[in-house]
């Protein structure tokens, strides 16, 4: 026959049982919820920063190269799908160059009537089945993520040339940069789209430097504007600002690819001693003329996968896509 004091302990030891039982549930729900939620959380996140990044190179087709608008929203969702997402979970924003939501991607009607669409952001969410949790709580894990992809102007960045692109400076016409006689800044020309200049060789414009030996050369890194002083000498290298494709001058042969350079308004200095006022990129497709000769045709703007980024871009800025959030 069991006494009291057995009954008490045996009593006892059944609460204590099942209290370290539902702690270590607690602990497991932990370890293998967890670690799961983790993963997911992980797996959103990749597929935001990927699908904000797609729906921002739609934005910029869609903006400034007229592609349908329309495939900003599908590409968004069709990438965060393809990384796993939950399709009924996915949201996609048009935002303006801060980040603030402007509209719904699929809203083109709005988004396309404002110019401060420069923005992609991406919500993604799945739903993570949980045994242990469920248990305990009574409910499923959800993982959520968002990234904000942005279209911005490249200012900094590195070119082995400068161009003088003002012809009131003595630069070749049609001027490439046109000056905004309210707020001052400078931009493309449109009517110089298509255009071939002189951008390097002995008898390129010095932008009112008085110079007799500028050449074009020029030697960064810089961030624009900034006056940027002649490199002496011959130096033919890529710029570091790369153009985005197998377009791109990639290597010391400068010659049938796409090269960023400087675009200056300004010169001053004389002799050999001269430096350029520069202000902006310019994309153009560089053709070697002769050993120390190179010309280059102006483009309606590039893609950049390098540099130093700022300020709202234009359809005929060179412009980076890149995460901004």
Same mark, same amino acid.
């Given at each position: 026959?069991?006494?009291?004091?057995?009954?008490?302990?045996?009593?006892?030891?059944?609460?204590?049982?099942?209290?370290?039982? =539902?702690?270590?549930?607690?602990?497991?729900?932990?370890?293998?919820?967890?670690?799961?939620?983790?993963?997911?959380?992980?797996?959103?996140?990749?597929?935001?920063?990927?699908?904000?990044?797609?729906?921002?190179?739609?934005?910029?087709?869609?903006?400034?190269?007229?592609?349908?608008?329309?495939?900003?929203?599908?590409?968004?969702?069709?990438?965060?799908?393809?990384?796993?997402?939950?399709?009924?979970?996915?949201?996609?924003?048009?935002?303006?160059?801060?980040?603030?939501?402007?509209?719904?991607?699929?809203?083109?009607?709005?988004?396309?009537?404002?110019?401060?669409?420069?923005? =992609?952001?991406?919500?993604?969410?799945?739903?993570?089945?949980?045994?242990?949790?469920?248990?305990?709580?009574?409910?499923?894990?959800?993982?959520?993520?968002?990234?904000?992809?942005?279209?911005? #102007?490249?200012?900094?960045?590195?070119?082995?040339?400068?161009?003088?692109?003002?012809?009131?400076?003595?630069?070749?016409?049609?001027?490439?940069?046109?000056?905004?006689?309210?707020?001052?800044?400078?931009?493309?020309? /449109?009517?110089?789209?298509?255009?071939?200049?002189?951008?390097?060789? /002995?008898?390129?414009?010095?932008?009112?430097?008085?110079?007799?030996?500028?050449?074009?050369?020029?030697?960064?890194?810089? =961030?624009?504007?900034?006056?940027?002083?002649?490199?002496?000498?011959?130096?033919?290298?890529?710029?570091?600002?790369?153009?985005?494709?197998? #377009?791109?001058?990639?290597?010391?042969?400068?010659?049938?690819?796409?090269?960023?350079?400087?675009?200056?308004?300004?010169?001053?200095?004389?002799?050999?001693?001269?430096?350029?006022?520069?202000?902006?990129?310019?994309?153009?497709?560089?053709?070697?003329?002769?050993?120390?000769?190179?010309?280059?045709?102006?483009?309606?703007?590039?893609?950049?996968?390098?540099?130093? #980024?700022?300020?709202?871009?234009?359809?005929?800025?060179?412009?980076?896509?890149?995460?901004?959030?």
């Amino acid at each position: 026959m069991r006494t009291r004091a057995q009954r008490d302990e045996s009593g006892f030891t059944m609460t204590l049982t099942a209290l370290l039982m =539902v702690s270590l549930l607690g602990v497991t729900s932990v370890l293998i919820d967890g670690g799961a939620g983790f993963s997911a959380r992980r797996q959103m996140q990749n597929a935001a920063d990927a699908a904000s990044l797609a729906g921002a190179r739609a934005l910029d087709q869609a903006r400034f190269s007229a592609a349908d608008p329309s495939l900003v929203d599908a590409t968004a969702r069709s990438v965060a799908q393809s990384n796993k997402a939950d399709p009924n979970q996915v949201t996609c924003q048009v935002t303006d160059g801060n980040g603030t939501p402007i509209a719904s991607c699929a809203d083109t009607g709005i988004w396309m009537l404002n110019t401060a669409a420069d923005g =992609v952001l991406v919500t993604t969410a799945v739903t993570v089945p949980s045994t242990f949790a469920k248990a305990i709580k009574g409910g499923d894990l959800t993982a959520r993520a968002t990234a904000t992809a942005g279209i911005r #102007t490249v200012v900094g960045g590195d070119a082995p040339f400068m161009l003088c692109a003002n012809s009131l400076k003595g630069g070749d016409s049609p001027s490439i940069l046109l000056q905004d006689p309210i707020t001052g800044g400078w931009y493309i020309n /449109p009517l110089a789209v298509g255009h071939t200049y002189n951008i390097h060789g /002995p008898q390129v414009p010095d932008c009112g430097a008085g110079s007799n030996s500028f050449k074009g050369l020029a030697n960064g890194p810089f =961030v624009l504007p900034q006056w940027i002083p002649d490199s002496p000498g011959v130096r033919a290298g890529p710029s570091t600002s790369q153009v985005a494709g197998d #377009t791109g001058c990639h290597d010391t042969v400068l010659n049938a690819c796409i090269l960023l350079v400087p675009l200056c308004v300004d010169g001053q200095g004389q002799g050999s001693s001269v430096q350029l006022y520069c202000v902006g990129f310019g994309a153009f497709q560089i053709s070697q003329t002769s050993a120390n000769k190179h010309t280059g045709t102006l483009l309606p703007g590039a893609i950049a996968t390098s540099g130093q #980024t700022s300020g709202n871009p234009g359809a005929d800025s060179v412009r980076e896509i890149k995460l901004i959030a």
